[in-house]
């Protein structure tokens, strides 16, 4: 075996993972298609991962990997494009290699979803976002649009308020989703929400001008001016290499494990956002760390837990 | 209603369930017995948790205190004494007051047993421990004992064994209670177990050097050098709370729960090394966030995830 265990996706579950590998005495290459990360460093600022009171997703990711570099072989910018069941093991095919492992924990994550409307392909970095934290700065005293009503969606607009931009949240419910300390937050700073609205077309040339926009109670369309639209209305898990070993996933496409992390394919554990549920950066390290130590089993390795 | 939540225990799952509770608008109390911080304050150093490569497990409470002081009402250094169903919740009497609570976290962590001889005490912390999983990379090329025969401390050796440690297995009887795998392991890696031997006294001055010990059969009392002992006499988690509500714990007293951290009894979580298993701060901590965020069932408030 070229190593004991692929870590596929080095986020918060990754890194995790990673730590818990390499103290437990397993040897472990992790796997990113960019620098590492994850989604985590989307978020402008992150106040409940315990022993932060208030961090940005950058930083805490900084953090984690600095810490986590030291246990295991990091193949940053390296994509992993097939799993395949190998002997006893598996084989891990990239975008520059093959290698072989004894077990594998997919820590792949999800990627946020999009309204699919039109104008949203063609704009997209002219004024379509997905991400606040990386593009807010570009939009200081402009009007911006954030489509969403999650945590990640209030946050989002919050950090934009801060930095300048004149933020308007557009939700199609009549209630934000968001935890209530955020939802008082909206309130504090008086940013409109436009509710039981969605958007239906992203108008501009060469950059965003207006967004069509519909109102699902009344079944009214207007137009409005916005400089910039953040999207973030879900995410969508990145599941497609456990589909392809036959590992089972919910009707969302997030993978199924046990209480250990193992999924419905021996030697296969998955962590993090990909198995869906609360997906919060606490329970992702947690399931990373499960994960490794639960492969111990797979690998033949004596086993404290 | 005095309370929405009540958190028993302020440890890694307590600190982590207040923080979650805050933040989504749950009105929580947390109590402790001490000023918090739970059985990880014992750990010297602790290079397991993602964000802090090392940092003392006292260090690490204190941060996660102050990050959770702000989102709950702590009541430090009151124990509670009973929890008896209640209307729609419950009645919590403690030693100072009684309150009502619509749902409860029941975080109230494990004590390790102690083997209760002279310097144990003295001595925690400077070569005496009782977790090979936080404390044993520090005596790599080291002689230390681990006290036990059971799978926990065979368990340890083993794992001593592999970080490098030079490990010697002291244990009251003349065989191992460890399951035949084990005990099997000890002999495939010559780790020495010297028999019918328990511990008189842990002597060393500032740091552990010598173990008194007594052959229970020839009564042979002896004197070895070692520069640490590991304790793994078992642990008594701290369910009595629990069980007097009726709540089902497995065999060793540890809480059942769901994925979700319910117990058997409606409007009860769990947290954290009362419910068992991996037993990290990771793992604590992601528990107390999902019991938390769970509770808003309980609680009837919506709930984003």
Redesign the interface.
């Known amino acids: 075996m070229d190593t004991e265990l692929a870590v596929i996706g080095a986020g918060?579950a990754g890194?995790?993972a990673a730590?818990?590998a390499g103290?437990a005495?397993i040897d472990a290459i992790v796997f990113d298609t960019g620098m590492g990360g994850g989604l985590s460093t989307w978020a402008p600022r992150i106040?409940?991962?315990?022993?932060?009171?208030d961090i940005s997703g950058v930083d805490?990711m900084d953090?984690?990997k600095?810490?986590?570099e030291p246990y295991a072989d990091f193949h940053y910018n390296e994509e992993v494009t097939a799993i395949e069941p190998d002997g006893d093991g598996f084989k891990v095919t990239t975008a520059k290699n093959t290698y072989t492992a004894g077990a594998i924990i997919i820590a792949t994550g999800t990627t946020p979803r999009q309204l699919d409307v039109p104008g949203e392909n063609k704009l997209r970095g002219r004024g379509v976002s997905y991400c606040a934290t990386c593009d807010g700065s570009f939009f200081t005293d402009k009007k911006v649009a954030v489509v969403g009503g999650?945590?990640s969606a209030v946050n989002e607009a919050i950090y934009l308020h801060g930095l300048g931009c004149n933020v308007t949240l557009i939700h199609r419910r009549d209630?934000l989703?968001?935890?209530?300390?955020?939802a008082?937050e909206v309130d504090k700073k008086d940013i409109p929400v436009i509710w039981n609205t969605v958007v239906e077309e992203i108008r501009g040339d060469p950059v965003v001008e207006t967004l069509a926009l519909k109102n699902r109670k009344t079944g009214e369309t207007t137009q409005q001016a916005f400089d910039g639209v953040f999207i973030s209305v879900g995410e969508t898990p990145q599941s497609s290499l456990a589909t392809s070993l036959g590992i089972e996933t919910d009707s969302h496409g997030y993978i199924q494990t046990d209480?250990r992390q193992r999924t419905t394919v021996n030697g296969v554990y998955a962590a993090g956002d990909v198995t869906g549920?609360?997906?919060?950066i606490?329970?992702a390290?947690?399931?990373g760390?499960?994960a490794a130590?639960t492969s111990m089993h797979t690998l033949g390795?004596?086993?404290?837990?």
Chains 1, 2 share one sequence.
């Open positions: 918060a890194y995790t730590i818990y103290r005495g106040e409940n991962y315990p022993g932060f009171p805490l953090r984690m600095e810490h986590a999650g945590n209630q989703r968001a935890e209530e300390a955020l008082q209480e549920d609360i997906r919060q606490i329970t390290c947690a399931e760390a499960t130590l390795k004596s086993y404290p837990f």
